[in-house]
């Protein structure tokens, strides 16, 4: 598979989609396509072309003579994303070379550590998460997989709010984290694998909780 989309739209389809994680463009809510364009400094073509594509990709649903708007959250559909971006990652982490895992797993630890000390301080546990996945499939050189990974995030990323309101689940997501890290140094990225699935399990099944 491809990506043809032109800068622009791609573009415009980044944009968009940091307003619908940051609640600018709020669920349910239509779209409002005129004031989003002059937000954003395009005519309504290109900017319709995006707003189709993040259709195709789940973030917004199209209504027939309605427009666009942001599905509302769905525990039940976040407890099928997380475990497939899961097993997309354990995917991406088994092909990525194991020197190159080696080489970043000091990084991991001290972004760890920083998600440890967000979490006493109210620090934004989301970001260092997100910055925590990145690194871990960084080496991975599928591009493929790694486009449908980045396709995939932030239908999931909608969920963060639940995902990180409770403590308990933190620190277990912590202790994940490290088991992996533990799992690379000793070569058994099989392990790492698994553990990195279950991190994502595990979430799901904390969605809601001390919210």
Known sequence: ??????????????????????????????VNEVRLAAELGVSRTPLREALVELTDRGLLVAEPRRGFRVPPLDPAEARQLYPLVGELEALALRWSPPQALHGVTDRLERLNDDMRAALDTGGDLAALDDAWHALLLSACANDHLMR??????????????????????????LAEHRRIVAAIRDEDLGEAARWLTRNWVNGAEHLGEQP
């Open 1 to 30: 598979m491809t990506d043809n989309a032109s800068p622009l739209r791609r573009d415009l389809a980044e944009q968009i989609t940091a307003r619908v994680l940051d609640g600018r463009c709020p669920a349910t809510v239509r």
């Open 148 to 173: 449908l990974i980045a396709q995939t995030k932030p239908l999931v990323k909608r969920y963060d709010v639940l995902y990180f309101g409770g403590r308990e689940r933190a620190e277990q997501s």
